[in-house]
């Protein structure tokens, strides 16, 4: 009997089918416009996008203006590229624009799809961009898609890492710009640390597309993306700590592979305890325990997850005497990235490379914050329906399925289950030797640098001849996947997810031109390309009669998306083809988290030595721990923008005020309001509110006042008047620090000191809010101990950095206050000297001295000048105890010149 469920989708169709239906009609109105855009000039096209966006910027919805954009966008492609749009492709347009993502199937044209939602929304002049997860598809995507943008009169840039400033602005001002999420990451957080609105890179966030949208929103939303500078340099530290690990027995820790966490047991900390005494890395009577130990309990932690949860060429590699960390999805090397909270410097000293030293945070944003700043997103990929959940709730994105322009050949085999490793890497082996008689291509799936080379041993021990992609070899990476659909090719790739490049079967025109023009310059390149055309499509023939291309994977990722990603590859366009999975009851997945469901199956259905176990039941327990590992990394990514969400309002709170301080003609009036509130709170501090005047800390104020104002006053007389109160302190205090700027911004001149407070301002903003992130992060790494007193630590955290914000902005309108008060312009003596040294130690002789006033810090008023012990006699005879000291210093005679 049919669920309610299934019969109310029989009659209904899904939501998704209801997507695609209302998307039909819009597809039947850009085709019915086909022949009316296919008799422009190219001229004409490039009128009808100046057409469309002076209607677009007038105020016309881009809703309307879609049929005739797409149309135009089609033209151009057939033109620019030879490649006439699908509906399909048109339909996953449509679905971008709507701020959906578009799941599309692996060699379904996705990079061509974004040119249409593109072009549509760069009509409002607000700039668009498109996100790919690494360089080279942001250069190729960029390269190919400009010619399409450029005959639609349409400016194209790329951005990508180490790029001068000029062509960067050039990027980020054209109407379309392709970048990778990291490069635009970066760029937003350097654009905060700028000194001028002029050296900002990035203009609108208006939208945004992004390429491999799980990858990047959801596998890199783990980690956020951090500017750091160097700190304390602790390298003998980390060396010191890392022998100990070695000595360590089981019983001293405990390791959680599911939480990745490692912790010392009691025992554990006792052994290192006395170690650390011994050799006086902890001074004697120290425990580990006190709150003095809190550094090295830290240090010593890290260096025990650096041996025992990150393990070398899985998690990180070594390369030319550096630990480079291996992106887990991707197989990827990360040039450049590096773990924080000392973790990386751990493996340095482990694998006895070089330890480079510490850094702290200048800057940081999540991905996920940093993609909501869009005002729409959409993105594609081959496999996003697995976390539908966590894109509507983070990102308010929906996903669309696109139905595949032709139908899906590719057989999906159900896994084979081994007893043990041993026995499952048998048969691969003999699998790939069965595949590889038939002249069957196949791209065999691992899932770490370390057993991608096990099996390219064991290949090569058995005579097959094959290709290994990983991390060490993505400088081959074009070639390697160009090659990889030929026949009888054995091509061995770590996590092939998100390369971004289809394998062909019978191999890659494109790559084999311009191999063969590059072995041979003077051939005729029409010719070259002929010959080619002919035997890859006498090769294609081939593979297709052998079955196409055969994805066999040796083990399963923790993530559904990454196997259905690796499967993707295979069966594309309607190609044959097939994929199966290989696995073993030691692998990590079925060892961490499968279910005792799961072995009980197995138990039942009963496996003898080298006897493969295949049931779909097995597959249905699979998928469900790997549904409970998403849905642990979910809850991991959720509450780590919850945390990042509490400072993400603080982030636009001072990169809003520094950007305000940026644009501003009237800083004097931002520099005279903190002026104004430090003077608030001294006189709040030493004149409390309902206060007599004999209880008035005069001594403090006026230290106080010189201090941060660079102001002696005579406070003490002034209190001693008659009718004086708090408000009448408050406005004379104001106005002789009103006097003071006012003498300033006439010393330097108005545009100087414009400048000067501009420059003050925001270099001082920056500093603190570097000590101030590295403040949140001691409090997000202690915080999570509050929960054993039965208080939740997110609202703690809140409480706390909201507290800790505060004080923050006190402390900056305090230094800001008394660094504009201290500043002062050179004398002609110090700018000659100045002038000498600098010219001296170019080797040039002193010019005339200069006339430009520049500012130094302006030293604190002349004390009193020293009064004898005979003017304190003579002042006893007339002054009272209580009385102000006449020396002028402000305090109490019997405090001062009085005291017996």
Same mark, same amino acid.
């Given at each position: 009997?049919?669920?309610?469920?299934?019969?109310?989708?029989?009659?209904?169709?899904?939501?998704?089918?209801?997507?695609?239906?209302?998307?039909?009609?819009?597809?039947?109105?850009?085709?019915?416009?086909?022949?009316?855009?296919?008799?422009?000039?190219?001229?004409?096209?490039?009128?009808?996008?100046?057409?469309?966006?002076?209607?677009?910027?007038?105020?016309?919805?881009?809703?309307?203006?879609?049929?005739?954009?797409?149309?135009?966008?089609?033209?151009?492609?057939?033109?620019?590229?030879?490649?006439?749009?699908?509906?399909?492709?048109?339909?996953?347009?449509?679905?971008?624009?709507?701020?959906?993502?578009?799941?599309?199937?692996?060699?379904?044209?996705?990079?061509?799809?974004?040119?249409?939602?593109?072009?549509?929304?760069?009509?409002?002049?607000?700039?668009?961009?498109?996100?790919?997860?690494?360089?080279?598809?942001?250069?190729?995507?960029?390269?190919?898609?400009?010619?399409?943008?450029?005959?639609?009169?349409?400016?194209?840039?790329?951005?990508?890492?180490?790029?001068?400033?000029?062509?960067?602005?050039?990027?980020?001002?054209?109407?379309?710009?392709?970048?990778?999420?990291?490069?635009?990451?970066?760029?937003?957080?350097?654009?905060?640390?700028?000194?001028?609105?002029?050296?900002?890179?990035?203009?609108?966030?208006?939208?945004?597309?992004?390429?491999?949208?799980?990858?990047?929103?959801?596998?890199?939303?783990?980690?956020?993306?951090?500017?750091?500078?160097?700190?304390?340099?602790?390298?003998?530290?980390?060396?010191?700590?890392?022998?100990?690990?070695?000595?360590?027995?089981?019983?001293?820790?405990?390791?959680?592979?599911?939480?990745?966490?490692?912790?010392?047991?009691?025992?554990?900390?006792?052994?290192?305890?006395?170690?650390?005494?011994?050799?006086?890395?902890?001074?004697?009577?120290?425990?580990?325990?006190?709150?003095?130990?809190?550094?090295?309990?830290?240090?010593?932690?890290?260096?025990?997850?650096?041996?025992?949860?990150?393990?070398?060429?899985?998690?990180?590699?070594?390369?030319?005497?550096?630990?480079?960390?291996?992106?887990?999805?991707?197989?990827?090397?990360?040039?450049?990235?590096?773990?924080?909270?000392?973790?990386?410097?751990?493996?340095?000293?482990?694998?006895?490379?070089?330890?480079?030293?510490?850094?702290?945070?200048?800057?940081?944003?999540?991905?996920?914050?940093?993609?909501?700043?869009?005002?729409?997103?959409?993105?594609?990929?081959?496999?996003?329906?697995?976390?539908?959940?966590?894109?509507?709730?983070?990102?308010?994105?929906?996903?669309?399925?696109?139905?595949?322009?032709?139908?899906?050949?590719?057989?999906?085999?159900?896994?084979?289950?081994?007893?043990?490793?041993?026995?499952?890497?048998?048969?691969?082996?003999?699998?790939?030797?069965?595949?590889?008689?038939?002249?069957?291509?196949?791209?065999?799936?691992?899932?770490?640098?370390?057993?991608?080379?096990?099996?390219?041993?064991?290949?090569?021990?058995?005579?097959?001849?094959?290709?290994?992609?990983?991390?060490?070899?993505?400088?081959?990476?074009?070639?390697?996947?160009?090659?990889?659909?030929?026949?009888?090719?054995?091509?061995?790739?770590?996590?092939?997810?998100?390369?971004?490049?289809?394998?062909?079967?019978?191999?890659?025109?494109?790559?084999?031109?311009?191999?063969?023009?590059?072995?041979?310059?003077?051939?005729?390149?029409?010719?070259?390309?002929?010959?080619?055309?002919?035997?890859?499509?006498?090769?294609?023939?081939?593979?297709?009669?052998?079955?196409?291309?055969?994805?066999?994977?040796?083990?399963?990722?923790?993530?559904?998306?990454?196997?259905?990603?690796?499967?993707?590859?295979?069966?594309?366009?309607?190609?044959?083809?097939?994929?199966?999975?290989?696995?073993?009851?030691?692998?990590?997945?079925?060892?961490?988290?499968?279910?005792?469901?799961?072995?009980?199956?197995?138990?039942?259905?009963?496996?003898?030595?080298?006897?493969?176990?295949?049931?779909?039941?097995?597959?249905?327990?699979?998928?469900?721990?790997?549904?409970?590992?998403?849905?642990?990394?979910?809850?991991?990514?959720?509450?780590?923008?919850?945390?990042?969400?509490?400072?993400?309002?603080?982030?636009?709170?001072?990169?809003?005020?520094?950007?305000?301080?940026?644009?501003?003609?009237?800083?004097?009036?931002?520099?005279?309001?903190?002026?104004?509130?430090?003077?608030?709170?001294?006189?709040?501090?030493?004149?409390?509110?309902?206060?007599?005047?004999?209880?008035?800390?005069?001594?403090?104020?006026?230290? %106080?006042?010189?201090?941060?104002?660079?102001?002696?006053?005579?406070?003490?007389?002034?209190?001693?008047?008659?009718?004086?109160?708090?408000?009448?302190?408050?406005?004379?205090?104001?106005?002789?620090?009103?006097?003071?700027?006012?003498?300033?911004?006439?010393?330097?001149?108005?545009?100087?000191?414009?400048?000067?407070?501009?420059?003050?301002?925001?270099?001082?903003?920056?500093?603190?809010?570097?000590?101030?992130?590295?403040?949140?992060?001691?409090?997000?790494?202690?915080?999570?101990?509050?929960?054993?007193?039965?208080?939740?630590?997110?609202?703690?955290?809140?409480?706390?950095?909201?507290?800790?914000?505060?004080?923050?902005?006190?402390?900056?309108?305090?230094?800001?206050?008394?660094?504009?008060?201290?500043?002062?312009?050179?004398?002609?003596?110090?700018?000659?000297?100045?002038?000498?040294?600098?010219?001296?130690?170019?080797?040039?002789?002193?010019?005339?001295?200069?006339?430009?006033?520049?500012?130094?810090?302006?030293?604190?008023?002349?004390?009193?000048?020293?009064?004898?012990?005979?003017?304190?006699?003579?002042? %006893?005879?007339?002054?009272?105890?209580?009385?102000?000291?006449?020396?002028?210093?402000?305090?109490?005679?019997?405090?001062?010149?009085?005291?017996?």
């Amino acid at each position: 009997m049919l669920g309610l469920g299934i019969i109310a989708k029989k009659v209904f169709g899904t939501p998704n089918d209801r997507m695609v239906k209302t998307a039909r009609p819009l597809v039947a109105k850009v085709n019915a416009l086909e022949e009316e855009f296919a008799v422009l000039s190219d001229a004409g096209l490039i009128e009808k996008t100046r057409d469309l966006q002076g209607r677009a910027q007038g105020g016309e919805s881009l809703d309307a203006l879609l049929p005739e954009a797409f149309a135009n966008c089609r033209e151009a492609a057939k033109r620019a590229l030879g490649l006439r749009a699908f509906d399909t492709q048109l339909m996953g347009g449509i679905f971008l624009h709507q701020g959906n993502i578009a799941e599309m199937k692996t060699g379904e044209g996705k990079t061509l799809v974004a040119t249409f939602p593109a072009y549509l929304n760069a009509l409002m002049g607000k700039g668009v961009h498109v996100v790919t997860v690494n360089d080279y598809l942001a250069r190729r995507d960029a390269e190919w898609m400009s010619k399409v943008y450029n005959a639609l009169g349409m400016t194209c840039g790329v951005v990508v890492p180490f790029q001068d400033n000029g062509e960067k602005k050039a990027a980020y001002a054209a109407d379309i710009t392709y970048a990778t999420n990291n490069e635009l990451g970066f760029d937003y957080l350097r654009d905060n640390m700028r000194a001028s609105v002029e050296e900002m890179m990035q203009r609108d966030h208006f939208f945004a597309i992004v390429d491999e949208v799980d990858s990047i929103l959801i596998d890199e939303a783990r980690t956020p993306l951090i500017i750091s500078g160097p700190a304390d340099d602790r390298t003998d530290l980390y060396a010191a700590l890392d022998k100990y690990i070695p000595l360590l027995t089981e019983d001293h820790y405990k390791i959680d592979e599911k939480a990745r966490s490692a912790t010392y047991t009691e025992s554990g900390n006792e052994f290192l305890e006395q170690k650390l005494q011994e050799d006086g890395v902890l001074p004697e009577g120290q425990s580990l325990y006190d709150p003095e130990s809190t550094t090295i309990v830290h240090h010593v932690t890290q260096a025990l997850r650096a041996h025992k949860i990150f393990l070398r060429d899985v998690n990180y590699m070594v390369q030319a005497d550096e630990v480079v960390l291996i992106d887990e999805h991707t197989g990827r090397a990360m040039k450049g990235r590096r773990l924080s909270d000392g973790l990386h410097q751990a493996i340095e000293a482990k694998e006895r490379v070089k330890v480079q030293p510490e850094n702290i945070t200048m800057a940081s944003v999540t991905f996920q914050n940093y993609f909501r700043l869009y005002d729409k997103l959409g993105g594609m990929t081959g496999t996003a329906t697995t976390e539908a959940e966590e894109f509507a709730d983070i990102y308010k994105l929906g996903v669309v399925e696109v139905p595949t322009n032709r139908p899906i050949q590719r057989k999906d085999e159900h896994d084979r289950v081994y007893r043990s490793e041993g026995e499952k890497y048998t048969a691969v082996i003999e699998a790939i030797k069965k595949a590889h008689e038939n002249g069957q291509p196949m791209l065999v799936g691992t899932t770490s640098i370390d057993k991608s080379e096990r099996l390219s041993a064991m290949l090569t021990a058995a005579g097959l001849k094959h290709n290994v992609l990983n991390a060490r070899q993505h400088e081959q990476e074009a070639q390697i996947v160009a090659d990889a659909g030929r026949l009888g090719a054995i091509t061995i790739a770590t996590n092939m997810a998100g390369r971004g490049t289809d394998i062909q079967l019978g191999g890659n025109v494109e790559m084999r031109v311009l191999e063969e023009l590059s072995k041979n310059p003077q051939a005729d390149p029409e010719a070259v390309r002929a010959q080619i055309e002919a035997a890859v499509a006498d090769e294609k023939q081939k593979v297709l009669e052998a079955g196409g291309l055969f994805v066999l994977a040796t083990e399963r990722h923790e993530s559904r998306r990454i196997d259905n990603q690796l499967r993707g590859r295979s069966g594309r366009q309607g190609d044959p083809g097939r994929s199966l999975f290989f696995l073993s009851l030691d692998d990590d997945l079925m060892r961490i988290f499968g279910s005792d469901k799961l072995e009980a199956v197995l138990s039942k259905l009963g496996m003898e030595e080298g006897e493969a176990i295949i049931h779909p039941w097995v597959n249905k327990s699979l998928e469900r721990a790997q549904a409970k590992v998403e849905g642990r990394n979910f809850d991991i990514r959720k509450q780590l923008l919850k945390f990042d969400d509490v400072m993400n309002d603080q982030r636009k709170a001072i990169f809003g005020q520094r950007r305000e301080i940026m644009e501003s003609e009237e800083i004097g009036e931002i520099t005279a309001d903190m002026r104004a509130q430090v003077i608030d709170d001294m006189i709040d501090t030493y004149l409390p509110p309902r206060s007599y005047a004999d209880q008035w800390d005069t001594e403090g104020l006026a230290a %106080a006042a010189l201090s941060g104002l660079n102001l002696n006053l005579p406070i003490a007389d002034w209190a001693a008047e008659e009718g004086v109160d708090q408000d009448v302190m408050r406005e004379r205090i104001e106005d002789a620090a009103d006097a003071l700027a006012e003498k300033k911004r006439s010393d330097f001149g108005q545009e100087a000191m414009y400048q000067i407070e501009k420059q003050v301002l925001l270099q001082t903003i920056d500093a603190k809010w570097r000590d101030h992130l590295v403040t949140l992060e001691h409090l997000r790494s202690v915080i999570g101990f509050r929960g054993y007193a039965q208080r939740d630590p997110l609202s703690e955290y809140k409480t706390e950095s909201f507290q800790l914000f505060e004080t923050m902005l006190d402390s900056l309108r305090g230094d800001v206050t008394k660094r504009l008060a201290q500043i002062r312009p050179l004398s002609d003596e110090e700018r000659a000297q100045m002038q000498a040294q600098m010219l001296a130690a170019a080797g040039q002789a002193a010019p005339a001295v200069p006339t430009a006033p520049e500012p130094a810090p302006e030293p604190a008023p002349e004390p009193a000048p020293e009064h004898t012990a005979e003017d304190a006699a003579n002042w %006893a005879e007339t002054t009272g105890r209580n009385d102000p000291c006449p020396c002028g210093s402000g305090e109490k005679f019997k405090h001062c010149h009085g005291k017996i």
